[in-house]
């Protein structure tokens, strides 16, 4: 045969093949931006809610970003916290055995720690532990000054989170009314999440316990609620007034990928806790879904 035509015959096959084969796209070809925001136009029941999304494929390295911008962080701020816990213990610096007692004046609302009884003693690893898989403010704003503002900011710095920064604690409205905020990005998320993954943010084994916590969050009700119950899903929330969020990645059937959820300008009548945003997270839920959809799910992503 021909060289060039023997060429020319592998190239269409396996062309053919690349075309036809499952999970073959990726998040930058099927999920465009366009796309994204036709979705949320045509089947979100809240119309007012902005959405900021980051995808990420993990197996391509393609991404798409609908509504880029930095937000409030809410409790998303708490994985870098989390972060720089497990970075000072690396160091020898903070050990997660030793003990804390929580004392009236500890105790800030949501989570669980500000339901026990004072003078309740916890170690430092379930403090790490209860800031995620709950949310728990108290245990956030007891590492704060045991880990030092400056110290979580100066590893935000140094994973390359330029739109991220911590400038107080947990439900702290005087310095909020002050103009200290704490801020961050469906990106920068992006970019602690995926270093997580790849073992790239303090040291492997403390990444992937990290990971582990991060999938035992326990509120699923936004990018978790409408996918595979069995599928692994690591990520965290954040609420706050006129902002609800979820970021994390999904460990698929033929994709692990980065979802970045972020939202402002939630309606006032959605704003609060529990049931109060059922209308935006089912949206948030549905988006997730039809992102699943269209990226991992073999029934959909054969054709």
Same mark, same amino acid.
């Given at each position: 045969?021909?060289? !060039? #035509? ?5 190239? $269409? =096959? &396996? ?9 073959? @796209? ?119 000054? !045991? #880990? ?5 900011? $100066? =590893? &935000? ?9 911590? @400038? ?136």
């Amino acid at each position: 045969m021909n060289t !060039k #035509l023997t060429v020319a015959v592998l190239t $269409a =096959l &396996i062309l053919l093949t690349a075309a036809v084969l499952p999970g073959t @796209a990726s998040a930058g070809d099927l999920l465009t931006s366009k796309w994204l925001a036709d979705q949320i136009k045509k089947e979100c029941k809240d119309q007012t809610t902005l959405h900021s999304i980051y995808i990420k494929d993990l197996d391509s390295g393609s991404y798409t970003y609908l509504n880029p911008m930095r937000h409030k962080a809410a409790s998303l701020i708490k994985v870098f916290i989390m972060a720089e816990a497990f970075n000072q213990k690396n160091q020898g610096k903070l050990d997660f055995n030793e003990i804390v007692t929580i004392a009236k004046s500890d105790k800030y609302a949501w989570g669980s720690l500000d339901k026990v009884p004072d003078g309740t003693k916890v170690t430092v690893g379930e403090l790490v532990e209860q800031m995620i898989v709950v949310s728990d403010n108290t245990a956030t704003n007891l590492l704060i000054p !045991k #880990l030092g503002m400056d110290n979580v900011n $100066a =590893l &935000i710095k140094k994973l390359g989170c330029t739109e991220t920064v911590l @400038a107080r604690r947990m439900l702290d409205s005087a310095a909020a009314k002050a103009g200290r905020e704490n801020y961050t990005s469906p990106k920068d998320m992006a970019i602690i999440l995926e270093k997580l993954y790849n073992k790239e943010c303090i040291d492997p084994e403390s990444d992937q316990k990290m990971l582990d916590i991060l999938a035992r969050q326990q509120w699923n009700e936004r990018i978790p609620a409408n996918l595979p119950h069995d599928l692994k899903i690591a990520h965290k929330t954040g609420e706050l007034g006129g902002a609800l969020h979820d970021c994390g990645i999904v460990f698929g059937r033929q994709h692990d990928y980065i979802l970045c959820m972020m939202t402002k300008n939630v309606p006032d009548e959605h704003r609060g806790y529990d049931d109060n945003n059922i209308l935006v997270f089912n949206d948030m839920a549905l988006i997730a879904k039809l992102i699943w959809n269209r990226l991992d799910d073999p029934v959909y992503t054969k054709d």
